[in-house]
């Protein structure tokens, strides 16, 4: 996967659009977003990320590094958090993902901490 593919999956993650998203993803995916439970299937992956996208109104990725070794692909990523009050807060993340031989994700994981996010406005630090 080139960088180009790595930026495709980030757009549709920033589109902001849970159904969109699960399209990227087998019908038996499975997902794990932080310390969150996984998540195996579209439609409860839609789920998850409907109730994520709840408490934000936003967010972007930049990619700072991607790697694909096979069908698995890592990209460390910049990921700029629009909160409900339009504040922005910023973390680092990394994606991890593989790819089945059909293209689509079969596993999908997010190593991130969101405490940031969530912390009280005055102690929150949003320079990456």
């Known amino acids: ?68 070794a096979g069908a698995d692909t890592v990209a460390e990523t910049e990921v700029t958090y629009t909160r409900l009050d339009d504040s922005e807060v910023g973390v680092v993340a990394v994606s991890i993902w593989t790819k089945g031989d059909d293209g689509l994700i079969t596993d999908y994981r997010v190593f991130v901490d969101l405490a940031p996010l969530y912390a009280p406005q005055t102690s929150v630090v949003t320079t990456i």
């Open 1 to 68: 996967m080139s960088d180009d593919e790595a930026r495709r999956v980030f757009d549709v993650v920033d589109a902001f659009d849970p159904d969109e998203f699960v399209q990227l993803l087998a019908e038996d995916a499975t997902m794990r977003f932080g310390n969150a439970d996984p998540t195996q299937g579209r439609e409860a992956t839609a789920a998850a990320l409907r109730g994520f996208f709840s408490t934000i109104a936003g967010l972007r990725h930049r990619i700072v590094r991607a790697w694909t």
